[in-house]
C-alpha cells in the first residue's frame, strides 16, 4: 500500500464510495469547492484509480478520496477491491466518514449490495463510520424525509445500516454552500458519537486478520469435510467390490456346479465311474469265469465305443439347435428394429404435416382478415425501460401535457399501463406508459402481461417502442431490458424500436461524443436498434425542438418500415409460435429424457455383458489349462498302467497252455487299456463341452451386446432425426413470419389490425 503524509488533527477525511455513475467525483468537488476530480456524464466509470483531494472548508482541512465504482462492467472486480482499500492509507490515519453515493430515484440491488460489499472489505465495524449521500437532490419535488418515507424496503434498511444518517446534495448548484456546511456538522456529530475515532489501519488489519484465520478455519473444515467424502466414497466402492465379487463368485459356481452335472454318463450307467475292482487271481479259478471274463470285456468295449459316438451326434445336435436359435433370435429383432424404425418415421411426418397444416391455416387466418386504411397523421408510442429512468416524465415532454404522474421516487411509480393523447405539431400523437421492468416491488410475472396490453391500448399497433435509459453508466439491466423486449413481442420488435436517454442536461459534450466513448453494451444496444436513439432533457419543458426532431425520427422510422406499424396480428403469430415451439420443446425434452434413461439402462446392460464376457474368457482359460494339464498326465498314466500290468504279470504267472485263455487274458489287458483310454476320452470331452459351453454362452453374451448396441445406436439416430426436425422448424419460423408480414403489408398497403 502506498503511504501518504499524516494528516493534522482537525482534519476531516472522507472517503466517497459507491456504484459507477452515482457522481461521486461531483460530490467530491462540491464538498471541497474546487475541481479537485475530473468529471463528466459518461457510460463507463471515470475514475479507475483512488484520488486524493484536499481544500480548507469552514476553516476546516477537509480531505475528500474518491474511489473507483463498485460493480464496473469494464473493470474486474478483483481489480477494484484492492485499489478502494487505498483509501485507508491515503487517510492516515483513517477517515473519519465513508460517504454511500446514491442516485435519487430507483434504489437498485446494486446500491443495497454496495452497503454490504464496504462491509465485507472493512468488516462490521465500518458501519459506524457510513452515511448514505443523496445526489440529484434537483430532481426532489418534496423533501428527502417523504423521499425516505415513501421508499423501497431495501432503502430504508440501508439507511437503518448506516446508522440513520443521510444527506441530499444537489452537485448543479456549486454555490449552495450551506449543503456541505450541513453535511460536516452531521460528519462532526458522527465522530463525537463515536468518542473522536476514526477507521484506523488496525481496524482493517484486525479485520483482515479475522477475515484470514475465517478463510483458513472454512478451508480446513473444507479439507476435513472433502477428506472424509473421499473415505465415505473409497468405503462405499470397497463395499461395492466386494458385493460384485460376491455375486461374480456365486455366479461362477452356480455356473460350475451346472457344468459338473452336466457329466456324460459312463457306460455303467452312473455319473461318476468306478474303476472295476481287479479280480481275484488265484489258481482256484475256473475257466468258464475267465471265458465270462473274456465276454464281458468284449462287449463293455463294443458299449463304450456306441455310447462315445452317441454323445458326440448329441453334443453336434445341440450346438447345430443353439445356433438356429441364435439366428431366429436375431431375425426376430431386426424385424422388431425394422417396425420401430418405420413407426418413428411416420410420427416424424405426422409432426411435420400438423406442422405444415397449422401454418397454412393461420396464413389463411391472416390473409382473411380485411384491414381498414389508417391516417398516418397518427403516431402511437409505447415506453419501456426500466424503473426509475423518467418514462413517464418523457411520456409528459412529448406530449405537453402533464397525461402521467411523474415524481422522483425510489420505487415505480407506474403500475399498470397508461395512455395519455394529445395533438402535436399538427399530428395526433399517443403515448403508453408502462410498468418498470425488473421492478424489486413487482414480480415479472405481473409486470409481463401489464406490458402486452399496450399493444391492445395504441391499436392497431405502435409505430415505435422508445426503450428509455438514462445518460450515466448503460447497466446490464438497460442490455436486459432490449432482450426483454424482445422476448415478449419478437424479433420483429427491434424493426420498431428506438433508444431514448434522458437527463440530456448532464452531457458535458454532444450525444454522439457519449456513445462514442460508451460501453460495448450500449454500442450493441444502439445496434441492435437500427442505430436508432435521441436524447431528451425533461427539466426543459419549453424545448420543443427535442419534441419535433423525435417525431421527425419517428416517421422516418415508419416510412422504413412501409408505413407499418407493429399489429396486434404479429404479437398473436409471435405467441403461437411461442407456444407451439414450448409444447415441441417440452415434447422433445421428455423425448430426450426418455431416450437418457433408456441409454443407460442399455450402457449398463452392455457393461455387465462387457464384465460377464469377461468372466466367460477366464473360464474359458482355465479349462483350456485343465485340458492341457489332462494331455500331459495321460501318457504317465498309461505308463503307470503299463508297469502295473506287468507286475500283475510276473505275480499272477498265468498257464497259457490254452491258446483260448491266451487270447481271454490278451482281451482282459486290451479291456483294461481301452478304460484308461476312455476314462481320458471322458475327461476330455468333459473339458471340451465345457469350453464349447463357455464359447457358445460367450457368442451369446456378444450377439445380446450387438443388439444392445444397435438399439442405442437406434435411440441415437432417433435424437438426432428430433433435433433436425427442431431445426427445421426453428429455420422455417423466421420465414413463415416474414411471408405473413408481407402478406398482409401487400393486402393492407400499411398498419394493420386485429
Known amino acids: 500500500m502506498c503511504r501518504h503524509k499524516p494528516l493534522r488533527g482537525d482534519d476531516k477525511r472522507i472517503v466517497l464510495v459507491g456504484k459507477t455513475g452515482v457522481g461521486k467525483?461531483?460530490?467530491?468537488?462540491?464538498?471541497?469547492?474546487?475541481?479537485?476530480?475530473?468529471?463528466?456524464?459518461?457510460?463507463?466509470?471515470?475514475?479507475?484509480?483512488?484520488?486524493?483531494?484536499?481544500?480548507?472548508?469552514?476553516?476546516?482541512?477537509?480531505?475528500?478520496?474518491?474511489?473507483?465504482?463498485?460493480?464496473?462492467?469494464?473493470?474486474?472486480?478483483?481489480?477494484?477491491?484492492?485499489?478502494?482499500?487505498?483509501?485507508?492509507?491515503?487517510t492516515s490515519p483513517g477517515p473519519h466518514v465513508f460517504l454511500l453515493v446514491a442516485s435519487i430515484g430507483r434504489f437498485t440491488m446494486e446500491e443495497v449490495q454496495a452497503v454490504l460489499k464496504v462491509q465485507e472489505i472493512f468488516g462490521d465495524r465500518a458501519l459506524k463510520y457510513m452515511m448514505v449521500l443523496f445526489t440529484r437532490g434537483d430532481d426532489l419535488e418534496g423533501s428527502i424525509e417523504e423521499y425516505l418515507a415513501n421508499g423501497q424496503r431495501e432503502l430504508k434498511n440501508c439507511i437503518e445500516k448506516c446508522g440513520g444518517r443521510y444527506h441530499v446534495f444537489n452537485n448543479k448548484d456549486k454555490k449552495d454552500h450551506e449543503q456541505v456546511t450541513t453535511l460536516l456538522k452531521k460528519i462532526d456529530a458522527m465522530v463525537e458519537q463515536n468518542g473522536g475515532e476514526c477507521y484506523t489501519n488496525l481496524m482493517y488489519q484486525m479485520v483482515e486478520e479475522h477475515k484470514r484465520r475465517e478463510t483458513k478455519l472454512k478451508k480446513e473444515i473444507q479439507n476435513t469435510h472433502d477428506a472424509m467424502k473421499k473415505k465415505e466414497e473409497q468405503l462405499l466402492e470397497k463395499i461395492k467390490q466386494i458385493e460384485q465379487q460376491q455375486k461374480e463368485e456365486k455366479l461362477r459356481d452356480r455356473n460350475l456346479y451346472a457344468q459338473v452335472s452336466k457329466v456324460v454318463p459312463q457306460p455303467s450307467g452312473k455319473t461318476q465311474e468306478k474303476v472295476p475292482?481287479?479280480?481275484?487271481?488265484?489258481?482256484?479259478?475256473?475257466?468258464?469265469?475267465?471265458?465270462?471274463?473274456?465276454?464281458?470285456?468284449?462287449?463293455?468295449?463294443?458299449?463304450?465305443?456306441?455310447?462315445?459316438?452317441?454323445?458326440?451326434?448329441?453334443?453336434?445336435?445341440?450346438?447345430?439347435?443353439?445356433?438356429?436359435?441364435?439366428?431366429?433370435?436375431?431375425?426376430?429383432?431386426?424385424?422388431?428394429?425394422?417396425e420401430k424404425k418405420e413407426k418413428l418415421e411416420s410420427e416424424k411426418n405426422k409432426m411435420v404435416m400438423e406442422h405444415q397444416r397449422k401454418m397454412k391455416e393461420l396464413e389463411q387466418?391472416?390473409?382473411?382478415?380485411?384491414?381498414?386504411?389508417?391516417?398516418?397523421?397518427?403516431?402511437?408510442?409505447?415506453?419501456?425501460?426500466?424503473?426509475?429512468?423518467g418514462k413517464s416524465a418523457t411520456g409528459n415532454t412529448i406530449l405537453g401535457t402533464k397525461a402521467f404522474h411523474q415524481q422522483a421516487s425510489s420505487r415505480s411509480v407506474t403500475r399498470i399501463c397508461k395512455l395519455g393523447k394529445n395533438v402535436v405539431n399538427g399530428q395526433h400523437?399517443?403515448?403508453?406508459?408502462?410498468?418498470?421492468?425488473?421492478?424489486?416491488?413487482?414480480?415479472?410475472?405481473?409486470?409481463?402481461?401489464?406490458?402486452?396490453?399496450?399493444?391492445?391500448?395504441?391499436?392497431?399497433?405502435?409505430?415505435?417502442?422508445?426503450?428509455?435509459?438514462?445518460?450515466?453508466?448503460?447497466?446490464?439491466?438497460?442490455?436486459?431490458?432490449?432482450?426483454?423486449?424482445?422476448?415478449?413481442?419478437?424479433?420483429?420488435?427491434?424493426?420498431?424500436?428506438?433508444?431514448?436517454?434522458?437527463?440530456?442536461?448532464?452531457?458535458?459534450?454532444?450525444?454522439?461524443?457519449?456513445?462514442?466513448?460508451?460501453?460495448?453494451?450500449?454500442?450493441?444496444?444502439?445496434?441492435?436498434?437500427?442505430?436508432?436513439?435521441?436524447?431528451?432533457?425533461?427539466?426543459?419543458?419549453?424545448?420543443?425542438?427535442?419534441?419535433?426532431?423525435?417525431?421527425?425520427?419517428?416517421?422516418?422510422l415508419v416510412e422504413e418500415n412501409g408505413g407499418d406499424c407493429y399489429t396486434n396480428m404479429m404479437y398473436q403469430v409471435v405467441e403461437e409460435y411461442r407456444r407451439r415451439e414450448a409444447k415441441l420443446m417440452k415434447d422433445i425434452e421428455i423425448?430426450?429424457?426418455?431416450?437418457?434413461?433408456?441409454?443407460?439402462?442399455?450402457?449398463?446392460?452392455?457393461?455387465?455383458?462387457?464384465?460377464?464376457?469377461?468372466?466367460?474368457?477366464?473360464?474359458?482359460?482355465t479349462l483350456n489349462a485343465k485340458l492341457?494339464?489332462?494331455?500331459?498326465?495321460?501318457?504317465?498314466?498309461?505308463?503307470?498302467?503299463?508297469?502295473?500290468?506287468?507286475?500283475?504279470?510276473?505275480?499272477?504267472?498265468?498257464?497259457?497252455?490254452?491258446?483260448?485263455?491266451?487270447?481271454?487274458?490278451?482281451?482282459?489287458?486290451?479291456?483294461?487299456?481301452?478304460?484308461?483310454?476312455?476314462?481320458?476320452?471322458?475327461?476330455?470331452?468333459?473339458?471340451?463341452?465345457?469350453?464349447?459351453?463357455?464359447?457358445?454362452?460367450?457368442?451369446?453374451?456378444e450377439t445380446r451386446e450387438k443388439i444392445e448396441l444397435e438399439k442405442l445406436e437406434m435411440f441415437r439416430e432417433h435424437q438426432k432425426k428430433m433435433d433436425e426436425l427442431m431445426q427445421e422448424i426453428q429455420q422455417t419460423r423466421a420465414e413463415k413470419e416474414e411471408w405473413l408480414h408481407k402478406n398482409l403489408q401487400k393486402k393492407t398497403g400499411g398498419c394493420t389490425i386485429s
Open 591 to 621: 423425448t430426450k429424457e426418455k431416450m437418457r434413461k433408456k441409454e443407460e439402462e442399455l450402457q449398463e446392460i452392455i457393461n455387465l455383458r462387457k464384465q460377464e464376457q469377461t468372466n466367460l474368457k477366464s473360464t474359458e482359460n
Open 628 to 701: 492341457s494339464k489332462i494331455a500331459l498326465e495321460a501318457p504317465e498314466e498309461t505308463k503307470e498302467e503299463v508297469n502295473k500290468e506287468k507286475e500283475q504279470k510276473s505275480s499272477d504267472k498265468p498257464n497259457y497252455g490254452d491258446s483260448y485263455m491266451r487270447r481271454v487274458f490278451d482281451l482282459e489287458q486290451q479291456r483294461k487299456s481301452e478304460q484308461a483310454m476312455h476314462r481320458k476320452r471322458m475327461r476330455e470331452a468333459e473339458v471340451q463341452m465345457q469350453i464349447t459351453a463357455a464359447q457358445h454362452q460367450r457368442r451369446m453374451e
Open 25 to 90: 467525483s461531483s460530490t467530491g468537488n462540491t464538498i471541497l469547492g474546487i475541481k479537485a476530480f475530473h468529471q463528466e456524464a459518461s457510460s463507463k466509470s471515470i475514475t479507475k484509480i483512488c484520488k486524493l483531494g484536499k481544500n480548507v472548508v469552514n476553516g476546516q482541512h477537509v480531505s475528500v478520496v474518491d474511489t473507483p465504482g463498485l460493480y464496473e462492467t469494464d473493470i474486474p472486480e478483483e481489480e477494484v477491491i484492492p485499489e478502494i482499500i487505498q483509501c485507508v492509507d491515503m
Open 365 to 389: 387466418e391472416a390473409a382473411s382478415v380485411e384491414k381498414p386504411t389508417i391516417s398516418f397523421s397518427d403516431t402511437r408510442i409505447v415506453l419501456v425501460g426500466k424503473t426509475g429512468v
Open 429 to 556: 400523437i399517443s403515448v403508453v406508459d408502462t410498468p418498470g421492468l425488473y421492478d424489486t416491488d413487482i414480480p415479472e410475472e405481473e409486470v409481463i402481461p401489464e406490458i402486452i396490453q399496450c399493444i391492445d391500448m395504441t391499436s392497431p399497433g405502435p409505430h415505435v417502442f422508445l426503450l428509455v435509459a438514462c445518460i450515466g453508466r448503460f447497466t446490464k439491466e438497460e442490455v436486459q431490458a432490449v432482450l426483454k423486449v424482445q422476448e415478449i413481442f419478437g424479433d420483429r420488435a427491434l424493426k420498431y424500436m428506438m433508444v431514448l436517454f434522458t437527463r440530456g442536461d448532464d452531457l458535458d459534450g454532444s450525444i454522439e461524443e457519449y456513445l462514442a466513448n460508451g460501453q460495448k453494451e450500449l454500442k450493441n444496444c444502439i445496434e441492435k436498434c437500427g442505430g436508432r436513439y435521441h436524447v431528451f432533457n425533461n427539466k426543459d419543458k419549453k424545448n420543443r425542438a427535442q419534441v419535433t426532431s423525435l417525431l421527425k425520427k419517428i416517421d422516418s
Open 277 to 338: 475292482a481287479r479280480e481275484e487271481k488265484g489258481e482256484e479259478k475256473s475257466e468258464k469265469e475267465k471265458r465270462q471274463n473274456g465276454v464281458t470285456a468284449m462287449k463293455n468295449v463294443l458299449e463304450m465305443e456306441q455310447q462315445h459316438k452317441a454323445e458326440q451326434a448329441m453334443l453336434k445336435k445341440r450346438m447345430q439347435d443353439t445356433e438356429r436359435n441364435v439366428e431366429i433370435a436375431a431375425a426376430q429383432h431386426q424385424q422388431r428394429m425394422q
